[in-house]
Each structure stands twice: as C-alpha cells, then as structure tokens.
C-alpha cells in the first residue's frame, strides 16, 4: 500500500491531517497536498456540500465591505477589534462533517492560526463551535463567499505587507473551497495597515518587516508596553 493510500484509509476513519501525519511519521506538509488530492477525486467536480458557516459579530469592524455583496455584521460595535474567526463546516459523509476554523488578524498579519480539517458530528461540532467563538459577544451564520474573501482576501492582504499565514492554514484551507480573483474587502483598520501585537508575537520582527515593506508613516501599532 502507498503513501497516497494510507492516507485515504485513515482520513476514511475520521482523521485529522495531523493525526494522519503522526500515525505515518511523516511531516503535515507532505500529508496535506495527499488530503487534498483525495478529496478532489472523492467529490468529483462538485466540492462537498457546505453545512454551516460562521463568522463572529464584529467580523466588519474597521474594515470596507462592498455594499453589494449584501454582507451583514449583527454586531458591528461587539469590539473585535480586526480579529475575526470564521468556521466553515462541509459534508464529509451522512452523519459527519469536516470542519475548519480561522483566526485572521483583517488588520495586518492575516491567517494567525488555523484549525483542521477534522471530522465532527452533529454534536461534536456544536460543542466545539461554542468554544471557538467563546471570547466574542455572538456569533452569527454567514455565506461561505463571505468566509472565503475574509480569509483568503487577509492572506493575500498580508503577504503584500510580507507576513505568510500560519503553516497550519494551508491543510485547513481546503474546506473554504477555491479562491479566485480579488477580495470585495479592504483589510487595514480603515484601509491602514494595523498591527496589535499578540500574546506569542514577535513584535520585533514585525515591525521590521513593515517598515521594509512600507516605510514609518505607512502603518500604525500598539505593543505591549507602549
């Protein structure tokens, strides 16, 4: 049995592509593309149907939204502050789901950190929903459009100003779907560069790196100490 094989076996039995890579012995990142693959041959065509997607009130904040797109935030003024988690839920057999969660910083960094894909039931995917938007004031349902220029759109933002998102993003990204042409939202706070600094950031480097890119007057930040 070859590797691409072992891999299908065990993503049939529910496993995360993490835990595919633990059981093999081999890195996340030749698991991934594997995953990838067998989805695709698995779903033909057609990407599996989307069952849930959600984003936290306040996902808007700060940030310009095509007014035509339709895109509603039930809690604009919740304090989000530019930090938006988006979780997406796709069919993965009758009574199960692959599901994959997002942090993106919409003001600078893009994909902080990501989770997935794992398959969950009905229950399982409740819970876990409840405790991924645990910080936020609500969360409400959203289009997997919406999720997609969210998340794709700050990856693409970042890397313009020189972050890459986390390593962990790509596995994950595959239950968004594909991603085409340019996002119908302007990331920054106000279409400005803004960067927070995170509890495991180096903050250091990432002013260094803004200022490569951009220059002083080009962004704004707050760090701890500041």
């Given at each position: 049995?070859?590797?691409k094989?072992?891999?299908?076996?065990?993503r049939l039995?529910g496993r995360?592509?993490?835990?595919i890579a633990?059981a093999?012995?081999?890195?996340?990142s030749?698991?991934a593309?594997?995953?990838?693959a067998?989805?695709?041959?698995?779903a033909?065509?057609?990407e599996?149907?989307?069952v849930?997607?959600?984003?936290?009130?306040?996902?808007?904040a700060g940030?310009?939204v095509d007014?035509?797109?339709?895109w509603?935030?039930?809690?604009?003024?919740?304090?989000?502050?530019?930090?938006?988690?988006?979780?997406?839920?796709?069919?993965?057999?009758?009574d199960?789901?692959?599901?994959?969660?997002?942090?993106v910083?919409?003001y600078?960094?893009?994909a902080?950190n990501?989770?997935?894909?794992?398959?969950?039931?009905?229950?399982?995917?409740?819970?876990?929903?409840?405790?991924?938007f645990?910080?936020y004031?609500?969360?409400?349902?959203?289009?997997?459009?919406?999720?997609?220029?969210?998340?794709?759109?700050?990856?693409?933002?970042?890397r313009?100003?020189?972050?890459?998102?986390?390593d962990?993003?790509?596995?994950a990204?595959?239950?968004l779907g594909?991603?085409?042409?340019?996002?119908a939202?302007?990331?920054?706070?106000?279409?400005?560069?803004?960067?927070?600094?995170?509890?495991?950031?180096d903050?250091?480097?990432?002013?260094?790196?803004?200022r490569?890119?951009l220059?002083d007057?080009e962004?704004d930040?707050?760090?701890?100490?500041?």
């Amino acid at each position: 049995m070859d590797l691409k094989d072992r891999v299908r076996e065990l993503r049939l039995q529910g496993r995360s592509p993490k835990e595919i890579a633990r059981a093999l012995k081999v890195s996340p990142s030749v698991v991934a593309p594997l995953v990838r693959a067998i989805a695709e041959e698995s779903a033909g065509t057609a990407e599996p149907e989307v069952v849930g997607c959600w984003v936290n009130h306040g996902w808007s904040a700060g940030l310009g939204v095509d007014p035509a797109r339709g895109w509603v935030d039930e809690g604009p003024e919740s304090g989000a502050d530019g930090i938006v988690c988006v979780l997406v839920a796709r069919r993965h057999n009758w009574d199960r789901m692959s599901v994959s969660g997002y942090l993106v910083d919409a003001y600078c960094l893009g994909a902080k950190n990501a989770i997935g894909p794992d398959v969950l039931d009905d229950r399982e995917l409740a819970r876990f929903r409840e405790f991924f938007f645990g910080e936020y004031q609500g969360w409400q349902e959203a289009p997997i459009e919406l999720a997609r220029h969210l998340v794709f759109g700050s990856v693409d933002y970042a890397r313009g100003l020189g972050f890459e998102p986390h390593d962990d993003f790509a596995p994950a990204s595959e239950v968004l779907g594909k991603w085409e042409g340019e996002s119908a939202i302007t990331f920054g706070r106000e279409g400005k560069p803004f960067y927070v600094q995170g509890p495991d950031d180096d903050a250091a480097k990432v002013l260094r790196t803004l200022r490569r890119t951009l220059g002083d007057d080009e962004f704004d930040y707050l760090t701890v100490g500041q």
